[in-house]
C-alpha cells in the first residue's frame, strides 16, 4: 500500500511537471538566445573588443546571460502561486533594497545616487525593485478581479507602483522613474479599469507633465529633453551626445561598419556607448538591416511573451 502511493505520488508530480514544460515556447527561448547574443556583441564591441576570457562589459554581459537563463528554467519550473502568496513579502524586500542607496553604500554615477557599491560588483536595486513591484501590482489585480472597476482599486494599484518610483526619483533617475510609471499604465489596460478612469489620467496628463517639467525636473533634464527635439540648442555642451548618437546611427549605412561600430565611435566621440547610447554604437556596427532585424526580433519577443 505505501509503495503503490508512493508511486501514485510519483507519477502525480511526474505528470505536473510535464503539464508545466508542456507549453514550452521554443521560439521565445530562441528569440531571448538572439537579444543575448545581439546585446553581448554589442557590449562587447563598444568597450573594445578585449579578449572574452577577461573581466570586463562584454564578459559580464555573456555571464549575467547565462545566469538569467539558468534562472529562467529555474523560475519557470515554479508554479507562479508561490509567487503571488509571497508577493508582498518580495514587494517589502524590493523597498527595502531601493534604500539601500541612501545607506553608506549607495554610490552616485552620472549624477544620480541610485547604485550600491557591495566590493566586488557595483549594483542597481531598482532593477529588483522593478521585479517585485510587477508581482505585486499583478497579485493585487488578480486577487480584485472584477473589483478593479471601483475607484479605490484604481487608486491602490497606483499607489503600488508610486512608492518605488518616488524612491527612485530621490536619485534622482528620471528614466527608471518613467519605466515604473509603464508598469502603470499597461496595468490600466488589462486591469479592467473602468474607461472614466482611463480619460481622466489622459485627461489630467497634460497638467502633470506641465507641473514636472516647471517644479520637478532639474535644469540639465529640461535641456536634455530638449536636445532630444532641438539638439542646436547646445550643440557642444548637453546636446553633443545627442548629435554623435544621431551621427552613428546614420553611419552605419545600410549594413553596418563591422565590429569596431561607426566613425563616432572608433574616434572615440560617442560617449556611454557601452550602456546608454549601446543602441547608436550597435546602429553602426550592424546597419539598417541589423537594427530592423533586432526590431523584429524584439517584435517577436513581445508577440510570444
Given at each position: ?8 505520488s ?41 579578449s ?13 546571460g ?6 529562467m528554467f ?9 509567487f ?10 524590493g ?12 554610490v ?19 532593477e529588483?525593485?522593478k ?26 494599484a497606483?499607489m503600488?507602483?508610486?512608492?518605488p ?6 536619485g534622482p ?7 515604473y510609471v ?21 485627461a ?7 507641473f ?47 565590429l ?46
Amino acid at each position: 500500500m505505501i509503495s503503490t502511493r508512493h508511486h501514485r505520488s510519483s507519477f502525480q508530480i511526474q505528470a505536473a511537471t510535464n503539464e508545466r514544460w508542456r507549453d514550452f515556447d521554443i521560439m521565445l527561448f530562441l528569440t531571448i538566445l538572439v537579444l543575448m547574443v545581439f546585446g553581448t556583441v554589442a557590449v562587447w564591441s563598444a568597450v573594445g573588443q578585449p579578449s572574452i576570457l577577461t573581466w570586463n562589459l562584454g564578459s559580464q554581459q555573456l555571464l549575467f546571460g547565462v545566469i538569467g537563463i539558468a534562472l529562467m528554467f529555474i523560475v519557470a519550473s515554479i508554479d507562479y502561486r508561490y509567487f503571488e502568496s509571497a508577493a508582498w513579502a518580495l514587494y517589502a524586500l524590493g523597498i527595502g533594497f531601493l534604500l539601500t542607496v541612501l545607506s553608506p553604500l549607495g554610490v552616485v554615477i552620472s549624477g544620480a545616487e541610485n547604485w550600491i557599491d557591495i566590493g566586488f560588483a557595483i549594483l542597481q536595486p531598482s532593477e529588483f525593485a522593478k521585479v517585485t513591484t510587477i508581482i505585486a501590482l499583478c497579485a493585487f489585480i488578480s486577487s480584485r478581479g472584477p473589483a478593479m472597476r471601483e475607484f479605490g482599486n484604481f487608486v491602490i494599484a497606483g499607489m503600488i507602483v508610486a512608492l518605488p518610483m518616488l524612491i527612485v526619483l530621490i536619485g534622482p533617475d528620471l528614466g527608471q522613474a518613467m519605466v515604473y510609471v509603464s508598469f502603470w499604465g499597461a496595468s490600466l489596460l488589462v486591469a479592467r479599469t473602468s474607461k472614466r478612469y482611463i480619460l481622466a489620467v489622459i485627461a489630467i496628463l497634460p497638467a502633470v507633465i506641465a507641473f514636472a517639467w516647471f517644479f520637478v525636473l532639474e535644469e540639465y533634464q529640461r535641456i536634455r529633453l530638449e536636445c532630444s527635439f532641438n539638439p542646436d540648442i547646445d550643440p557642444l555642451g548637453y546636446c553633443f551626445q545627442s548629435i554623435q548618437g544621431g551621427i552613428s546611427i546614420g553611419a552605419g549605412g545600410l549594413y553596418g561598419a563591422g565590429l569596431e561600430g561607426g566613425t563616432q565611435s572608433q574616434m572615440d566621440l560617442l560617449n556611454v556607448r557601452e550602456s546608454d547610447f549601446i543602441f547608436a554604437h550597435a546602429s553602426g556596427m550592424f546597419g539598417f538591416f541589423g537594427m530592423i532585424a533586432l526590431f523584429l526580433a524584439l517584435v517577436m519577443f513581445l508577440w510570444r511573451g
